[in-house]
């Protein structure tokens, strides 16, 4: 028998692809901003239970993904459907996260919670 052990890394691998998903979709619109803060709140949920130490360091991967979703969380709406800007940041982020070989997005400061 096997024991799992879900470490951060393995944690934000994982949740990436979801991330970006949802991300992609309000985007496009798809669907509604507040559904994107139920599954960033589910996701911030998981990651409280997950043992983890605050002084690992973070990989360029990391913080690209919690600069992602620092982003969504607390830009506006608003800001999100018209920043041309900032939707440009937001792409350059998710095809990180998906292509991981691409350069690191420039100003990405994500930080753990």
Known sequence: MSIYILTPELFIKQKAQQL?????????QAIPFSEVHI???DILEEWNRLDKEDSDGLSDFERVFWHLFYTIQFETECD????????LAIDKC???????D???PAGCVGVRP
Do not use: F, G, S
């Open 20 to 28: 970006v998903y949802v991300v992609n979709q309000l985007m496009k």
């Open 39 to 41: 599954i960033l709140w």
């Open 80 to 87: 999100l459907a018209n920043n041309k800007h900032l939707r």
């Open 94 to 100: 998710c095809k990180y996260l998906q292509q991981p």
């Open 102 to 104: 691409l350069p690191t």
